[in-house]
Structure formats: structure tokens, C-alpha cells
């Protein structure tokens, strides 16, 4: 197996290598063939030329996940960058013709969800970094991206015309504008639930058919980017989080600069104070006086941005509660904060500002600091501005040596209740597990993800070895109240695809029928989110 | 063929019968035997007894579409109305062994779309309007409802219980909450994108399988209405204006009441008056002052509900603009009309209403009329309140006889002059086919979609004649301008498919390889938005 045979030793410690590797050989052995990828390389740099065809150690292990357990569970056969959709579709049948498998990524910056690695050992990554157009439509609103635009370009760009449209950012604005929607993160923003604002896309199929979807498939309709549905059925939903096909354009919805931003920055002091300040936000934000979409993010995820574990105590194990109570008196944190803001007229803000203080002050915050701009004023560069950031991914640092996170994000009902208990029911697996809880609870419309980072140190074996058991444990304890992930790891597409298991899988039977029919080769992603394609059936988690 | 050999006679004059029944006839003989159908009969009797099984002439006459142009031409062979999802399992394996197909209605109001009927003549009409259950979530306001609930049953059921929520109703509420929100139906409020709201589907798929989306994959979760993505591909869009399964349950989201509406009703007093209007509601709609969705209607469509042609001409042809000007007058109606509506906190409102009022005042309407209510008084039952209503449906009457409408409604950008050229080369062909203009410009978030009515008699064979040619017309004419229509009348789906014709119509490819995919036997809805079965392939109209 090629991948295998080049694969690189390693610098730091290594968890369970046998069983890894075993299991990992499991996983490639069967359907990717070394002869294959060594034909299917010279095939792709016939069209590429040899600059953009990545097959070397080095290659390798450069597109690993970075915060991964165990680093050759995903270790990929090597990268291609095309930079046309031409190119695409003639790799996807050079692809079908080697049956070998692609991992398309934007520019694989999903820290905490695989990074740029793919599912299945062995693939080859096809690298879509190089694709960076961006058309704006400044009178509606909208843009079309290529998979490269980052959100820092999207950001430099809208601000050398004027700023006249935000952006909303994720918290790692490092990565993909359209990588981001098509794997549903979220922002700060009105505009915050990214993958709601998708506005048609442009695909190459996996037989190479080039399809536009909603009004972009009338051939130059001036409404591609302004109604999302079209005519008959809608796919842009269908190529969010899935293998049927590569994306080579995204519409997206931007939001006009508003005239003006108000809102509060909110301190609670004490764990029990979630569940009253869910309950006070949800009816704001169900009946629109919200129209962002706050997180309430605990202590440990304001603080660690700014210091580090071994500054505070060396005692392995989770956190005792002086500790906690120190960190939070030296960065004046709550147990909880959370941050509402209003976009639009003054006027309206003013009014609505009132309804959250009310609301608010009832509740009893520790502190409650406003926050005010007016247009024309300097803009802070913030997540509610539409700033891009990186800050929050200092939490990687934590523990020190290699860091890294591994998200957890089960969806809840809007519920102080039920978010009191799932946070009960996390913080005490954590202590378990000896882990330090950091999580927020990011408000949709009428959901709540109760976003859970699992920070960890790739150097400190005993801590790695714990890591794998411990998710596997908080998706088993959520599947048990009816709680499924939003968004997960590649470790564990397949246990929390299992999760989604009415009427004996039938959702999967479904994904999977579709897969076959669309991509009978399975030479896309196999395994994304659960699918497996029938080329590939064996490579299931049992 | 079983269908046409049953076909009554007509009361009312017909047109062009010669060609009308060839073609019919033609679109039914390939695919559908009539002993295949006689065989499902008496299977479906077997399943559902006699009483919920319509295979009389009568009954074949009272499930077509009240407002064809030709009564034959979607003929259905009968009807069945089973009541359980277990039943429509049953029915799917029967037409699947006979090769009968299935064209399910929710409760076949769909007027000036097809009503019950279906596209292919000789089908079997699945009624699901004896499945009216409504599950309804209090605390997050959802609902999830069955097919046969209509918007009176679902006001009716909100109402005893308080009214906490409001609907969004069409302009027919006789109609299924369900079927208009699959085919992409539109109401008044800030919901009244009916379709944005659907959060999460069960569906029989067309060989029996029953499939839950989003959520619902989750058995016994508590989010299915909460969060509409789920985990990987999102398939709710995938079942609206599609043929791929059966819906049997659909959640919804619905608007907590306000504490107070406020707004206006204008009206303009010159045809050219609607680009300035359109160009100053479209960016307080993008920016959010605005939430709901207005339509901008015309003097006959604000006329037509009080009164007919026959009161004030007996000319034929177009009106003349004196007859326009004296109906306009008695009625006091502008030639365009609009409501703008505010919902929610009182204080929140006031302060957009004066952003409202500074906006239309600058364009000087004809007349500005303001709207106030507030929690505890009366409440008008209007559209803008969730009210069911009918009496927009009253249009019918207009030219006396059997009279009826069929829709033309393309979809076009935000843009005044894009809606004024529209406008003009719309109204020049009613008036050189001799119509009547009913049209109205309905806003979505980021589109307008220009929704014409074609009035007609039944029993005006010289009006008929031109009914079929004027809408073809009408959508080769949008074509030319990049625009389609977002939802069409059985007698245009294949034509209205066929203008989305990106890179070789490569839409249609996708949507009919998923279509042999999961319905190999073609039993659902053949034709339907233009998708075609491989079993049926010859029936698309050239």
C-alpha cells in the first residue's frame, strides 16, 4: 500500500500503535491499490504538471490532521491543486478510471473536525486551495466564491470596495468561506448560521457533469445568487457535509453594513446560572428581537486564549474548583458570558437594546457591559463585526506541547433544563476522564449546539490514550436523551452516523442509494459523514 | 385505456378537441395498461375497502383540474385515500407490482397549478386529505402536521388553544399547510416564505421505505423540529415540487404572536410608479427593517374580489384605460397597491415604522393608510394576521361562465427597472392576446417573484383558444430575459423545465439519475416539475 510504504516515523510519543495500525491497514487494504495510485499520479501530472501533484513524505504528512490521535489513521496516498473546474472533471475520470479515492477540501483548515486530512486512509486530497475568484454583487448583496477564498481574502476584498457588506466569521477564520457553509459552521453575526445563507452552487459530479443548482441552472440567469430554490427540487443542502460531488462555486448572502451595532457583554458567576439565561435569550431570539445568534461559552474558553494550564497548577486530572475560581478572578471571567448584539437602524437598536436589558437584568449577570458603535466610528475587530480571527485557536495551546481540540457538538432543544443536565452530565464525564471543560452553547433559531472542545497533548501519552474512549462515551451518554452531533471528527463519522438510526437506518439506506447511483466508483470521499459508498461497504466502523 | 374509456361528456364548449385528445391521448397509452389498472383496483379495495377507493366516472371528473384548459388532458384513471402511513406503504408495493402511477395530492387545492389533477393522464390520485393529525410543540412553536391539514384546521386547532402562534396563510387557505409549503407556497408575515420553515420531513419512499429527515433520523429525538440539517446531506428541499417520495408528516415553524403589528397600506396612483416603489421597499427588506415579505399587487387584483367585467364592459379584448380608470375610481384603488406590515415588541415597531414612513412618503403615494393593533384588541382577519382567507380565489368570477386562473410567475432581481421591463413587455402581450392584467410583485428576501394570474371562462371558446399559446408565450418571453418561473401549471412543467437548461441541461440529468435511483419503476408522479422516469421518458413533451 503506498501510503503505508511511505509513511514517516514520528517525533513524539505514539498511543495503542498496534491496534491503530492494524485497523488502519484494515481500512486502506482493501480497495486502493498501490499500483493504482502510482498510474493515477502520472495521470495527474500529465494535466497538472508535476508543481501541483504532491506524493512525497513530506507531502504526506503535511496534509495530516494536525490534532489528531493518532496521525496515520487518516494518512493520505498525497494532494493535488487543480485550478480550473476543467481540470476537476478530467481528474475525476482519471480518478474513476484508477478507482481511486478523492478527498476534496477547500483549503483544510476544519481544525477539530479532521483539519485537511481525509476519512480514508490512502486517498488522495485533492487540494482546492489554489481556486480563489470572487464575484460580488454589491447592489443584492451577495458574492460567488471559489473553495479557496479564505475569510480573510473575502474580508480584504469587500473592505478595498468600501466595507458596504460583513461578513460573518467562524472562530477559525483561517479556513474556507464555502468550506465552512458546506460543513455548516457558524458565526456571530445575523448572518451567522453560514450554511443558511448559501445561495446556488456550481458541481462536478463525480461522472464529471458540471451541474448549477437553483436559478443558476438557467444558463445566465441574473438570479443565481437571489432565490436559493429554483425550480423542482433544491440540492444545495444536498452537498453540504457529503460526498456527492465537488463544489466549485457558492452564492452566499451578505449582510448590508448596518447603521449601527449595539448590544451587551454578560458575566454569570455561577455554573447554575446557564439554565435561567437560556431560558431568558430563547424567547428573544424565537421571536426576533435576537437576530443574531449568541454562544454562551464558559470560563475555560474565555481564559484560554490568554494563559496556559502550567501556569496555574501541574496536578494531572481535571481542574479542582480553586483553580477555576483563581483563573476566573485574574481574567474577571464568569462561570458563563455571552454576548448580544443588535444590527441595523439606531433607531430600532435603541428599542431593542431595552428589551435585552430588561431581559437581562433580570436574570441577575455578575457584570453587564454595553457595547455601542455607530457607522463612520472605527469598527473593532471582533467575530460580531465580521472581523476574521484566529485568536480563539490559542486554546490549542492549553496544555502545552503539540495541542490540539477535538469538537463534541450534540443539538438540543432550546431548554435551560435540558442544557443544565447535558452540561451536568459533560462536566462530570470530564472529571471522569480527568479532561478540562471547555463549551458553549451556540443559539439557532430554535436549537441550541452545545459545542464541546476537547483539548488535548499530542506529547502526553497517558492523556491520548484517553481521548478516543471519552468521545466515544459523550456520543453514547447524548444518543441516550435523543441528542445527536451537528458536526463531528472523522474518527467519528461512523459511530455518531449510527446514532441517526430510525426505522433501522433508514436515512443511511437512503444517502447510500443516492451515493451509488451518482458515484458508482466511490471515488468521492469515501465515508464522509457516515456514507460509504458499495465499492468501499467493508470499511464501516462495526 | 381504462381513464378514457370511463371520460363523460362535457356541458360547456371545448377547444381545439381534435388535437387536445391526440395529444392526451398519446401521453397515456405507452406506460399505463388498463387491466394493470383494474388489477390495482382491486388491490387498493383489498387495502383500504371499497369506500376510499374513487375509480367512477364521477369520481375521475371530481379530482380534474377545475381550471384546465383541456378537462382530458390530466385525466386521472381514480383515486385512492388511505389514512395510515402503513396503508400508503401497502399502495406503493401495489403500484410498483401493477405499474400503475401514483400522483399524491395533500389536498388538491393547488388552483391555477393543477388542483387535484394529475400531469400524466390515467394516473391514480393518492389523497392523503384524510390524514389531518397536528402535533404542536407550545414552548418552541412547531407543529408537525399530515397532509390533509388545512389552514382552517390548523387556525382552528391554534385558536382553542390561545392563539400563542400565528400562521402564515396563502391567498387560498382552503388549501394543505403541507402541499403549499412543498410546492414553494407564499404568505404575508415575516414566516411567509412557507417553505424556508419546514424543519424536518417523514416520507414514504417509492419502495416503501420510511425515512425521517434532519433530526427525525434520530429515533425518538427531541430536536426533529428544532434543527433542520441533521447530519450530512439535508433532504427536505429534495421532497418540495419533486416526485421523489411521499410526505406523510412535515414540522414547521411557527411565528410567536406579536405584541403588536403596525404598518400601512399604500397605494400609487401611475403604472410607472412600481419600479421607485420596488427600488424603496428592496433594501429595507435586505437590511431587515422590513421582515416579512410584501406584494405589490395591481387594480385587478385588489378590483376582481367586488366586482366582474361584465359590471362595466362587454367589449372583448383588453380593457381600455377608461373602463381601468372608472373601476379604480369607484373602488379607490391605485394602480399598484402594497402593504408593509411590522411584527413584534410595540416600541420596536415605532421605531421601524418611522423608518417606513420616511421611505414611502419620499416616493409619494397616492394614499398612505396606517395599520395598528396591538395584544388584547380585536384582530382583523386578514392575511397580514395569519387569518385563513379565500376570497382572493373570487378573481375566478371575473369574466363569468366556469371561470378560473392559471399562474405565470417568474422569478426576477430586486431591481425597479428590471420589474418595470417586466411589467411593460407582460402587460403589451395581455393586451395583444386580449387578456385582462391581474398581476402582483411579491418580495423575498433577496428576489421579486412576478406572480401573474391569466384570468379565463371556460365557456369562451375563442378565450380558450388563446390561453395555452399567450402562457407559452409568456415563458419564452421570460426565458429571453435569464428569467424562469419558480413554480408552474401541469401543462407548462416540461416547458418551464426545459428554459433551466444549464450545460446541456445538466439539472435535469441530476434530477432524473436520483429519480431512477430511488423509483426504478417510476410509480410517483410521473412529469412531475419536468422529471421523467426512465419508464416514462417518452412522454416529456418536446
New interface residues.
Given amino acids: 500500500m503506498a501510503a503505508r510504504a511511505h509513511l514517516p516515523g514520528h517525533a513524539g510519543p505514539r498511543v495503542r500503535d498496534d491496534e491503530r495500525d492494524e485497523e488502519s491497514e484494515k481500512r486502506t487494504m482493501t480497495a486502493i491499490s498501490s499500483s493504482a495510485i502510482a498510474s493515477a499520479r502520472r495521470a495527474f501530472e500529465d494535466i497538472l504538471g508535476p508543481t501541483n501533484v504532491f506524493f512525497d513524505e513530506l507531502d504526506q504528512q503535511s496534509y495530516q490532521d494536525k490534532f489528531a490521535v493518532d496521525d496515520e489513521r487518516h494518512h493520505p496516498a498525497g494532494a493535488i491543486a487543480p485550478s480550473t473546474v476543467a481540470q476537476i472533471q478530467e481528474i475525476v475520470q482519471i480518478a474513476r478510471r484508477y478507482k481511486v479515492p478523492l478527498w476534496p477540501i477547500s483549503r483544510g483548515k476544519n481544525l477539530g473536525y479532521g483539519g485537511s486530512a481525509p476519512l480514508l486512509a490512502g486517498s488522495v486530497i485533492l487540494d482546492l486551495s489554489r481556486m480563489q475568484k470572487i464575484e460580488y454583487d454589491e447592489?443584492?448583496?451577495?458574492v460567488l466564491v471559489e473553495p479557496g477564498v479564505s475569510f480573510y481574502d473575502l474580508y480584504d476584498f469587500l473592505k478595498s470596495r468600501g466595507l458596504k457588506h460583513w461578513l460573518s466569521v467562524p472562530g477559525n477564520s483561517w479556513g474556507s468561506v464555502m468550506g465552512n457553509a458546506l460543513d455548516?459552521g457558524v458565526g456571530y453575526t445575523?448572518y451567522g448560521e453560514h450554511?443558511a445563507r448559501i445561495?446556488g452552487l456550481e458541481v462536478v459530479?463525480p461522472d464529471g457533469?458540471?451541474?448549477?443548482?437553483g436559478?443558476?441552472?438557467?444558463?445566465?440567469?441574473?438570479?443565481w445568487?437571489?432565490?436559493r430554490?429554483?425550480?423542482?427540487?433544491?440540492?444545495?443542502?444536498?452537498?453540504?457535509?457529503?460526498n456527492?460531488g465537488i463544489v466549485t462555486k457558492m452564492g452566499l448572502?451578505l449582510m448590508?453594513e448596518?447603521e449601527s451595532l449595539m448590544g451587551m457583554d454578560l458575566e454569570f458567576d455561577k455554573p447554575e446560572d446557564l439554565g435561567p439565561l437560556i431560558d431568558a435569550i430563547a424567547?428573544l431570539r424565537?421571536?426576533?428581537?435576537l437576530?443574531q445568534s449568541p454562544t454562551i461559552g464558559n470560563w475555560l474558553r474565555a481564559a484560554n486564549i490568554f494563559t496556559t494550564r502550567g501556569e496555574w497548577t501541574d496536578k494531572p486530572g481535571a481542574l479542582s474548583d480553586e483553580v477555576i475560581t483563581a483563573i476566573r478572578k485574574k481574567f474577571n471571567v464568569g462561570w458563563w458570558g455571552v454576548s448580544l448584539r443588535l444590527?441595523?437602524?439606531e433607531?430600532?437598536n435603541?428599542?431593542?437594546y431595552?428589551?435585552l436589558e430588561e431581559a437581562m437584568t433580570r436574570i441577575k449577570p455578575m457584570s453587564l457591559k454595553p457595547a455601542k458603535w455607530r457607522r463612520g466610528e472605527p469598527l473593532e475587530a471582533t467575530g460580531w463585526t465580521g472581523t476574521p480571527l484566529t485568536f480563539p485557536m490559542q486554546n490549542a495551546n492549553w496544555y502545552g506541547g503539540r495541542g490540539g481540540h477535538i469538537g463534541f457538538s450534540p443539538?438540543?432543544?432550546?431548554?435551560g433544563a435540558?442544557a443544565m443536565a447535558q452540561f451536568k452530565r459533560t462536566y462530570d464525564r470530564y472529571k471522569e476522564y480527568g479532561m478540562d471543560y471547555q463549551a458553549s452553547f451556540a443559539f439557532?433559531?430554535?436549537?441550541l449546539i452545545n459545542v464541546n472542545a476537547v483539548l488535548l497533548n499530542k506529547d502526553d501519552p497517558e492523556m491520548m490514550a484517553k481521548v478516543d474512549p471519552f468521545l466515544r462515551q459523550l456520543i453514547k451518554d447524548a444518543?441516550e436523551q435523543?441528542?445527536?452531533?451537528?458536526?463531528?471528527h472523522l474518527d467519528y463519522m461512523d459511530a455518531?452516523?449510527n446514532?441517526?438510526?430510525?426505522?433501522d437506518h433508514?436515512?443511511r439506506?437512503?444517502?447510500e442509494?443516492?451515493k451509488?447511483?451518482?458515484d458508482p466508483d466511490g471515488i468521492l470521499a469515501p465515508g464522509k459523514?457516515?456514507?460509504w459508498p458499495r465499492r468501499y461497504a467493508k470499511e464501516r466502523e462495526a
Same sequence: chains 1, 2.
Fill in positions: 447592489h443584492n448583496g451577495t455548516r445575523p450554511t445561495c459530479m457533469m458540471l451541474v448549477r443548482t436559478m443558476g441552472a438557467l444558463d445566465g440567469s441574473p438570479t445568487q437571489l432565490y430554490y429554483g425550480f423542482g427540487p433544491s440540492w444545495d443542502q444536498m452537498f453540504a457535509q457529503s456527492f448572502w448590508p448596518p424567547p424565537r421571536e426576533g428581537v437576530q444590527y441595523g437602524r433607531s430600532i435603541k428599542a431593542a431595552a428589551v443539538v438540543l432543544p432550546q431548554s435540558a439557532g433559531e430554535r436549537h444518543r435523543g441528542y445527536g452531533e451537528y458536526r463531528t455518531v452516523e446514532t441517526y438510526d430510525f426505522n433508514a436515512l439506506r437512503l444517502n442509494r443516492v451509488d447511483a451518482l459523514s457516515g456514507i
